[in-house]
């Protein structure tokens, strides 16, 4: 399975320490035989959380789709983290 990482938001995890939230989300593009998944993990920071997969036919539905969801997560609070 190849990987594949944007270069515009390196790296895609991210952390929610504001008002009392300790919440985790990652992002990731797996290329599998021509289809694209997105790949997210989120939940409370220190525990495993939860998977969610989408496919796609085309890296630019799935990069798309994962730029509005970093968007959407900076907008509530959450910061890279290195």
């Given amino acids: 399975m190849r990987r594949y990482h944007s270069e515009e938001i390196d790296p895609f995890y991210f952390e929610c320490k504001q008002a009392g ?21 989120y939940g409370k920071i220190g525990q495993e959380g939860k998977t969610m997969v989408e496919e796609f036919s085309y890296m630019s539905d799935a990069e798309r789709r994962k730029d509005r969801l970093v968007e959407e997560k900076m907008a509530k609070g959450y910061k890279p983290v290195m």
């Fill in 21 to 41: 939230s300790h919440k985790f989300w990652a992002a990731e593009i797996v290329v599998k035989k021509n289809n694209y998944f997105l790949v997210r993990r």
